[in-house]
């Protein structure tokens, strides 16, 4: 049977969002439903709300960054109990047998994971709906659980900004041994920072902006370079393992690439789209150095993020909001006016 419940949504393109009642789809042997307590608000929410990707489905209720307490389980859920503290990401389904998914990579699901909004279900293709609502039902296999001890609003943002940059972390095993850096100090770099310095790394923050330097550090980077002025990018030349850019932007990134070490990476995270200018690759075949991209994170290693920011205490850097302040919120994340993420108490959306 389905439940009418209360939500946020973005009735078009051009419209504030707005409370919207809404149908959650029935629930199955293997779902567990979710009361939502926080849910963080990505750029993502903003985009589909006012339909840049051009493929939005209205009403569209956004949020894929949601904290909540399981009220109750389908009868072969066996890993989540009422009242658990769990997390839900990006993603609710994938094909689950398409090789990226047997080798626990559903973001890459050959078929597309099915998004936790403005996306159809696999089973009944009804529309995907986020969690600016007030529940959420979600199969046991895409739930997260929750360490004890970790501020749930603080870790709201892990489900999103936090996987974003862990994934390429771990994938070019940044450790103790690793020069890191970060371009941009926003929701995603200020994570980046946290987590490369919790690896172990020596971390640097690339930024244009000079007044970002006591931030930064005390976030956890060991260098600031303004990436504007020239002699500070000669003194690092040569430096890095692996850089994480998380502008989300056409940029030019071949002021970056000398900055490489031999073999080391350079990978997006917060922009798609065509590069402006060209990238040179005179710098990546004298150096064999690399251009790559990195989307999210799998169900396990987000898993992994949310027990190592347990043990180490790490959260997002947050402000919290009432639901009615939303379209406020997306204004200010516009003008980049958030130290870093913005997270919705949703004790408020009955206000």
Same mark, same amino acid.
């Given at each position: 049977?389905?439940?009418?419940?209360?939500?946020?949504?973005?009735? #078009?393109?051009?419209?504030? =969002?707005?409370?919207?009642?809404?149908?959650?789809?029935?629930?199955?042997? %293997?779902?567990?439903?979710?009361?939502?307590?926080?849910?963080? @608000?990505?750029h993502s929410d903003l985009h589909t709300a006012r339909n840049d990707w051009h493929d939005t489905v209205y009403p569209a209720v956004p949020g894929h960054e949601i904290i909540g307490k399981v009220l109750?389980?389908? #009868?072969?859920?066996?890993?989540?109990?009422?009242? %658990?503290?769990?997390? /839900?990401?990006?993603? @609710?389904? #994938?094909? +689950?047998?398409?090789?990226?998914?047997?080798?626990?990579?559903?973001?890459?699901?050959?078929?597309f994971?099915?998004?936790?909004?403005? $996306?159809?279900?696999?089973? !009944?293709?009804?529309?995907?709906?986020?969690?600016?609502?007030?529940?959420? /039902?979600v199969s046991e296999k895409f739930v997260l659980n929750m360490p004890e001890g970790l501020d749930l609003a603080g870790a709201a943002p892990l489900l999103c900004a936090g996987i974003t940059t862990w994934s390429p972390l771990r994938h070019w095993k940044v450790g103790s041994h690793s020069k890191v850096a970060v371009i941009g100090l926003g929701g995603l770099g200020?994570?980046? &920072?946290?987590?490369?310095?919790?690896?172990?790394?020596?971390?640097? &923050?690339?930024?244009?902006?000079?007044?970002?330097?006591? !931030?930064?550090?005390?976030?956890?980077?060991?260098?600031?370079?303004?990436?504007g002025d020239e002699q500070q990018m000669l003194s690092v030349r040569g430096q890095f393992d692996l850089i994480i850019d998380t502008v989300p932007y056409v940029h030019d990134l071949n002021p970056y690439l000398p900055t490489l070490n031999i073999s080391g990476t350079l990978v997006l995270v917060g922009y *798609?789209?065509?590069?402006?200018?060209? =990238?040179?690759? $005179?710098? *990546?075949?004298?150096?064999?150095k690399s251009v790559a991209?990195? &989307?999210?994170?799998?169900?396990?290693?987000? +898993?992994?993020? =949310?027990?190592?920011?347990?043990?180490?205490?790490?959260?997002? !850097?947050?402000?919290t909001i009432d639901m009615q302040n939303i379209n406020d919120a997306y204004e200010r994340m516009l003008k980049s006016d958030v130290k870093y993420r913005f997270v919705i108490d949703m004790s408020t959306l009955k206000k």
């Amino acid at each position: 049977m389905t439940t009418t419940i209360l939500g946020y949504a973005a009735p #078009s393109a051009t419209a504030s =969002l707005a409370p919207f009642h809404f149908n959650r789809r029935a629930t199955r042997t %293997d779902d567990v439903v979710i009361e939502i307590l926080y849910c963080g @608000v990505c750029h993502s929410d903003l985009h589909t709300a006012r339909n840049d990707w051009h493929d939005t489905v209205y009403p569209a209720v956004p949020g894929h960054e949601i904290i909540g307490k399981v009220l109750s389980v389908g #009868s072969k859920v066996s890993r989540f109990k009422a009242g %658990d503290h769990v997390g /839900v990401g990006c993603m @609710v389904d #994938s094909c +689950q047998h398409c090789q990226p998914c047997q080798q626990g990579h559903e973001q890459y699901c050959e078929e597309f994971p099915t998004l936790t909004y403005n $996306a159809r279900d696999r089973q !009944d293709q009804t529309l995907t709906y986020g969690g600016y609502s007030e529940q959420i /039902v979600v199969s046991e296999k895409f739930v997260l659980n929750m360490p004890e001890g970790l501020d749930l609003a603080g870790a709201a943002p892990l489900l999103c900004a936090g996987i974003t940059t862990w994934s390429p972390l771990r994938h070019w095993k940044v450790g103790s041994h690793s020069k890191v850096a970060v371009i941009g100090l926003g929701g995603l770099g200020h994570m980046g &920072l946290k987590l490369a310095k919790a690896l172990g790394a020596e971390v640097t &923050l690339f930024t244009r902006s000079p007044g970002k330097e006591d !931030d930064a550090r005390r976030l956890g980077a060991d260098h600031v370079v303004l990436s504007g002025d020239e002699q500070q990018m000669l003194s690092v030349r040569g430096q890095f393992d692996l850089i994480i850019d998380t502008v989300p932007y056409v940029h030019d990134l071949n002021p970056y690439l000398p900055t490489l070490n031999i073999s080391g990476t350079l990978v997006l995270v917060g922009y *798609l789209g065509p590069l402006d200018p060209f =990238l040179n690759s $005179a710098p *990546l075949v004298l150096g064999r150095k690399s251009v790559a991209g990195s &989307l999210i994170g799998g169900i396990a290693e987000t +898993q992994e993020l =949310l027990d190592f920011c347990g043990k180490h205490g790490i959260t997002s !850097d947050i402000e919290t909001i009432d639901m009615q302040n939303i379209n406020d919120a997306y204004e200010r994340m516009l003008k980049s006016d958030v130290k870093y993420r913005f997270v919705i108490d949703m004790s408020t959306l009955k206000k």
